[in-house]
């Protein structure tokens, strides 16, 4: 498996990441084509392409902050998916980064939540917050209520929320 950087949003592997980052995650959970392409230009932010046997699996963007790597989105493919590839990327980014954090959507919300958040489990995260609030990526779009996952016990999760919530979000 590969993780391939992106470092230009005029990559052709661009156009095929955004259309699949609309499809797959709530409109309140995305970034419109303009933030999207911001990104590029961002120093923590990283764009990864994900390759297995020649082919575009997967993507992730990760935001290096002061001292842990936060985890935005993570996507594989739906062709890809029930293949454990979403493990496998979770194991290599385990290894790369030592401190973890990411957001999902409570598990009791439906059964996709429940399902992702198992994942995660199994995939040495645990909980550290249920009061988190994902500010509005802009206008019209609602702040959310998730859960922020590490894997890692951080020090302090309130000085972490400030740091992703005035860094990540537009």
């Known amino acids: 498996m590969e993780f391939l950087p992106i470092t230009s949003a005029g990559d052709h592997r661009v156009q095929e990441i955004y259309a699949s980052y609309t499809t797959t995650f709530p409109v309140d959970e ?12 961002t120093p ?8 297995h046997e020649s082919e575009a699996v997967g993507y992730l963007i990760l935001w290096k902050l002061s001292s842990f790597v936060f985890v935005e989105h993570f996507e ?9 590839l979403g493990s496998q990327i979770m194991g290599h980014l385990l290894e790369t980064y030592p401190k973890i954090i990411l957001e999902i959507e409570p598990e009791d919300l439906n059964e996709d939540a429940k399902r992702r958040y198992s994942f995660y489990q199994r995939n040495s995260f645990e909980l550290i917050d249920t009061t988190y609030v994902q500010p509005s990526y802009g206008e019209g779009k609602k702040s959310l209520n998730l859960w922020l996952l590490a894997n890692y016990t951080p020090d302090n999760v309130e000085e972490l929320k400030s740091e992703i919530c005035n860094t990540v979000y537009p």
Request: avoid cysteine.
């Open 30 to 41: 995305q970034r419109d084509k303009k933030q999207f392409t911001d990104l590029f230009s």
């Open 44 to 51: 923590q932010a990283k764009i990864m392409s994900v390759v």
């Open 76 to 84: 594989v493919f739906e062709a890809f998916r029930s293949k454990k």
